[in-house]
């Protein structure tokens, strides 16, 4: 690193450990986030189906398209970030997450109107919310997850704050999987009752993002934008070059589009397969309360078998809970304890992902001379939009593949149909994602400490 690098970047005081508040807070940061994230991606297929009255192909798509969208804008707003000049005293990133918060709430409200339009006009209101949601997430998401990385070089902080990202992420899921259905039902009017839940839940979300900005600190400092040229060839030159950065977005691809299908099939699962649609909450309350125990023995699992191992544990029990449960007959109390144990086995590389993710900014760092965490993570993020877009289109164009009509009792190839996508396809998926991260995941804990100790010497 040159001298004149060195100045650009202030090195993380080694001795310097993070407070168990400010990994909380870190991690209510997540728990904001699921509380507008998590409505799109469990709630929004079933509201366009069943309340917009959009058929269930075109809602599929609308996934598919908005959501490569937003995996296309991701590097453009992950590049802003990183090349804004003037950062001020409250940081490169926490800015973001206190304004950009207020604004994806307001955009949640929005995608779960339903205007009395022809199905055209439907569909272009749609579109034009959901992409402009996607935009608004990204300005919130991309500067909350490479909050991480500026946060600590320190390896056991940041498995520590990747632990309470996860416990976050998990506890937004289990409330808005348990209590948001239940509220729903009670309004007589689905057109009415969508956006006011979502609204009520957007605004708690807005809450703990402030928590979150309000209690965290950047300590590795880029006060300077990078010297090259921002341009698309500078963009694909940091994805390119950053062989752990291509292994994770390949994995990503496969681990994220599994967890989004089991999130947005399970109430199609509930309501047809089993028969009463309130159950979801439920099993929710099971499913999701167990995967806690994958995030608690998180830390204690990657200090015995490393980061890549545990995630490997994790992707191999969850496949194997899947495809138990889709050979055998759908029984509510036999599918919960499997399912509760695929999501505990799922909730472990969910986890550890944040964690190598910011190994990888550092990485990116050693290998370029270039500090880029807005635009390396943005990059991260572009799989993830991928994911969710493949899962969406999945499941849209699934449904309608195995004959799904809306309301009615279903046919049996479209019961097994929902069980396929529901289980089949996860299994699948993981397992390709644990080939991937097996094989190709080169990144050791051992040679990151050696990295950051080298980052430090260069300083």
């Not at 809970?321 to 036999?334: E, G, K």
């Not at 550092?362 to 993830?384: C, H, I, P, V």
Request: hydrophobic share 50%.
């Amino acid at each position: 690193m040159s001298a004149e690098l060195a100045k650009k970047v202030v090195p993380i005081e080694t001795e310097k450990r993070l407070s168990l508040k400010e990994k909380v807070s870190y991690g209510f940061g997540d728990f904001g986030n699921g509380f507008m994230f998590d409505l799109g991606q469990i709630y929004l297929l079933k509201f366009f189906t069943d309340v917009a009255g959009i058929p269930a192909a075109f809602a599929g798509t609308i996934f598919l398209v908005s959501k490569l969208f937003a995996a296309i804008t991701d590097p453009i707003v992950g590049s802003s970030i990183d090349y804004r000049k003037n950062i001020g005293s409250r940081g490169k990133f926490r800015p973001y997450l206190l304004i950009g918060s207020m604004v994806l709430a307001l955009l949640t409200i929005l995608i779960f109107l339903s205007p009395d339009l022809s199905t055209t006009g439907k569909l272009i209101y749609a579109y034009a919310t959901y992409m402009l949601w996607g935009l608004g997430y990204s300005f919130v998401n991309i500067p909350y997850g490479s909050l991480g990385a500026a946060m600590t070089q320190n390896a056991d902080d940041r498995t520590s704050i990747a632990t309470f990202r996860q416990i976050g992420s998990l506890g937004a899921l289990f409330i808005t999987s348990v209590a948001v259905m239940p509220i729903l039902v009670k309004f007589d009017n689905p057109k009415v009752g969508y956006p006011v839940v979502m609204g009520l839940f957007a605004v708690i979300g807005v809450i703990w993002f402030y928590v979150c900005y309000r209690n965290c600190k950047e300590r590795v400092v880029v006060k300077e934008a990078p010297r090259e040229k921002l341009t698309f060839k500078s963009v694909i030159k940091t994805f390119v070059q950053n062989k752990p950065l291509l292994t994770l977005v390949l994995m990503t691809i496969f681990s994220i589009s599994a967890y989004n299908i089991k999130s947005a099939m399970l109430v199609y699962f509930a309501q047809y397969n089993l028969g009463n649609v309130e159950l979801m909450a439920y099993m929710n309350f099971i499913i999701i309360g167990s995967s806690f125990l994958g995030v608690v023995f998180l830390p204690k699992l990657v200090k015995i078998f490393g980061k890549k191992q545990t995630a490997m544990i994790g992707f191999g029990i969850s496949v194997a809970a899947d495809l138990v449960n889709f050979l055998i007959p759908s029984n509510v109390y036999i599918f919960t304890i499997l399912a509760s144990i695929a999501f505990i086995g799922i909730s472990i590389p969910n986890g550890i992902t944040w964690a190598l993710v910011s190994d990888i900014i550092d990485y990116g760092e050693w290998k370029s001379g270039e500090r880029k965490e807005a635009t390396t993570y943005s990059l991260f993020n572009f799989s993830r939009k991928l994911a969710q877009s493949l899962s969406g289109f999945l499941s849209g164009i699934g449904l309608g593949l195995v004959g799904y009509v809306p309301n009615v009792a279903q046919t049996a190839g479209a019961l097994i149909g929902i069980k396929a996508l529901l289980l089949l396809y996860p299994a699948l998926a993981l397992t390709l994602a644990m080939i991937i991260v097996g094989f190709l995941y080169k990144l050791t804990d051992k040679q990151h400490a050696r990295i950051v100790t080298e980052l430090h010497q260069r300083s």
